[in-house]
Every structure is written in C-alpha cells, then in structure tokens.
C-alpha cells in the first residue's frame, strides 16, 4: 500500500469521496454529520491524501489548518475514511500515522477531530484512541452535539 497525495478531479477520488458523504449523511442525523464535500477538501486550507493498494483505491485522509502552524498550529483530520470491503486490515491505521506525520512536519503542534458518538463510529473512535486521541470539548466552529465525539491529541509522540 502506498499514501500519496490525492487528486480530487480523478472520477475515481470524486466518486469513492462521494460515496463517503453519501455513508455518513445517511448514518448521522441532518445537522450532525460534519464531513467536508468536493469543494470543502478542494480549499487551500486543506491537504489530501489517498491509499492505494495494488492498484486499488483503498483509503483517503485530509488536514484542515485551524490555526498557521507557527509556535502553536492547530489542525484537523477530515475525511478520512477506508473502502468498506477492507476495513480493519490496517489502512485506517496507515492513514493516523500518514496525516500524525504529515501534521508534524508542517509544524502544527495539535490535531483534533470530529466524530461520530454511536456505534456506527465505534471502531473510528477506537482507532483514534489507540494512536493517542483523548475527547475533548468542541473546537473550533463546532457547537456540543450529542451526536458528535471530538478528540485531540499533540502531535509528536505516540504516532
């Protein structure tokens, strides 16, 4: 497996991106899902990355900056997600340690997400946990959700 910048005019991204929105839109209740669209990941603000194996689109993971990484940046994991029929074979984790990674070395000194609070979010949530992320407050735009599970961890350390 390899992880390298996405290209979101590839048919192949757009359409393994939109069926992510398409999951989480019907899994969470309207007002709660929180996942960035095409144009969302397309923002200057935001890095992409996808995983292929053998060929195949397997994975993708995205940093929103929060605050310039100067001193104390601050940033979040967005859109990351794994092709369903290869969940829980290792590419969720990849992806944490690729954008932990990438968070260090653009010197943002936090990472925070946002995800869902009910089973369906269960293994993303355990997935997060083992790579260090605590819960937290909101940060950010967000406002409490009981839908919601928001996480953070420094970056460095634990990768």
């Given at each position: 497996m390899h992880i390298e910048p996405g290209d979101l005019h590839d048919p192949t991204v757009v359409a393994f991106l939109e069926a992510h929105v398409a999951q989480l839109r019907a899994v969470t209740p309207p007002g709660s899902s929180h996942a960035l669209d095409l144009d969302g990941l397309r923002r200057p603000d935001v890095s992409f990355w996808t995983a292929h194996d053998a060929g195949e689109l397997v994975g993708c993971v995205a940093l929103q900056t929060l605050t310039p990484t100067h001193g104390e940046g601050h940033v979040e994991l967005k859109s990351m997600r794994t092709a369903p029929h290869r969940t829980r074979s290792g590419i969720g984790t990849a992806l944490?340690?690729?954008?932990?990674?990438?968070?260090?070395?653009?010197?943002?000194?936090?990472?925070?997400?946002?995800?869902?609070?009910?089973?369906?979010?269960?293994?993303?949530?355990?997935?997060?946990?083992?790579?260090?992320?605590?819960?937290?407050?909101?940060?950010?735009?967000?406002?409490?959700?009981?839908?919601?599970?928001?996480?953070?961890?420094?970056?460095?350390?634990?990768?």
């Amino acid at each position: 497996m390899h992880i390298e910048p996405g290209d979101l005019h590839d048919p192949t991204v757009v359409a393994f991106l939109e069926a992510h929105v398409a999951q989480l839109r019907a899994v969470t209740p309207p007002g709660s899902s929180h996942a960035l669209d095409l144009d969302g990941l397309r923002r200057p603000d935001v890095s992409f990355w996808t995983a292929h194996d053998a060929g195949e689109l397997v994975g993708c993971v995205a940093l929103q900056t929060l605050t310039p990484t100067h001193g104390e940046g601050h940033v979040e994991l967005k859109s990351m997600r794994t092709a369903p029929h290869r969940t829980r074979s290792g590419i969720g984790t990849a992806l944490v340690v690729h954008v932990l990674d990438a968070a260090g070395a653009a010197g943002a000194r936090r990472i925070s997400l946002e995800t869902g609070s009910f089973e369906f979010f269960a293994p993303a949530r355990r997935l997060y946990a083992r790579h260090g992320f605590v819960e937290c407050e909101p940060f950010a735009d967000y406002r409490p959700d009981p839908e919601s599970t928001f996480m953070t961890r420094e970056v460095g350390g634990l990768g």
